[in-house]
């Protein structure tokens, strides 16, 4: 699916051209924030807009790997609980569409200036008026009230991905991030611009294409992604995650979906794959390792962390052995000249382990297992398997 990149005009303020991000679970965000006024949901509202999001997003694809109805009506649940959590009032959202707040870099001034409370803030803050609760700052912050933001300016502010992921809100005692998670970047991932440049030229050569599809596995914001492509204005950018903020960096394909329904329709058009925390949530770590390596087109490269202990399947024995048939699957791919891994045998795992400093028993892949592994695909696998 494209991500729809046009704003939303807001009609019906009093500022005609007000527009905010297209979004598919942060609409109710922004129209609280036109209004100035948070607007609670009823139920009723509240289960259509969920069931909507489900029949576009969820179910709008066939699966790349197929799946029983038992993993299929978990997924789902999942699926909603996670829609629940980012679409529901909270704290943060409803304070923000408030007329109560200042932006600290409006203020133009130098940081020498504020008061001691204030210092330690950066000038990326949003600071909550109404619950400050240090006098002094207050009444340093009440010179300024003619800086409150207006929601044609917070809106303006708030409507830049960088703003949004790069600002802090402070209320009463409490300053955090205004994300809900998953900002890391490129960097973060252990992609400095001349290693990122490296491995994109290599991946042009074996797969014999100059313009790369990219594909962040649990990409969140879309930050890496962004990123990736400031270094390489021609790659074409994939986002496949669970995550959406009020504001999203922009990406050529957005899929809000479980990585285990990732669509068929990626299955070997993607070159580069990058997956960093994704796999330690994971609900079926073994369908999402076969979708990765059936994504991937010939030539095409996989960078990816592999973790399962924060796993949303509870189950330990289904966990266990769902890492253990994935990995194994993709060893015996190897072996049979498909794929070419740095995934180590089962039976050498404990050496690639005691290698890397990390304690405990690793004599076999299980649910503690862990590993940097890249990959890369030497033949198709689409006449060869169907599983």
Known sequence: MEQESKLINAENTPEKNLEYPATITQDHFWRGLKKGKWENLTVEETEKEIHLIVEKQFAAYKPMTPLTAEEALYLELMFIKQIRMVTEKNEKKEALVEDRFIYL?????????????????????????????????????????????????????????????????????????????????????????????????????????????????GGASGRALHQAKEIDPTLEIFNLTIDEEPTMFPVDHFYLIPAERMPDELEEQIDFIVSRTTFRYLMYPDLVLK??????????????????????????????????????????????????????????????????????DFSRFNRGTVGHFHITKKKSLQETLNA
């Open 105 to 217: 870099e409006d203020l133009n001034l130098d940081i020498k200036e504020m008061p001691k409370e204030l210092k330690g803030l950066g000038k990326e803050t949003f600071i909550d008026l109404d619950k400050e609760n240090d006098r002094r700052s207050l009444d340093f912050l009440l010179k300024y009230k003619d800086l409150i933001l207006n929601n044609e300016r917070k809106m303006k502010l708030l409507s830049d991905p960088k703003i949004w992921h790069e600002s802090w809100i402070r209320y009463g005692n409490t300053t955090e991030g205004l994300t809900f998670q998953g900002i890391r970047s490129l960097s973060e991932y252990g992609f400095e611009e001349e290693t990122f440049s490296q491995i994109t030229n290599k991946i042009k050569e074996s797969t014999g294409r100059d313009k790369l599809r990219m594909l962040d596995l």
């Open 291 to 360: 979708n990765l390596v059936k994504a991937l087109s010939v030539g095409g490269y996989a960078d990816f962390v592999f973790s399962s202990e924060r796993s949303a399947n509870k189950n330990l024995r289904d966990l266990e052995k769902r890492v253990r048939e994935g990995l194994l699957w993709i060893k015996d791919l190897e072996k049979k000249g498909f794929l070419e891994t740095d995934i180590p045998e089962e039976e050498n795992y404990a050496e690639y382990m005691k290698k890397k400093d990390w304690p405990g």
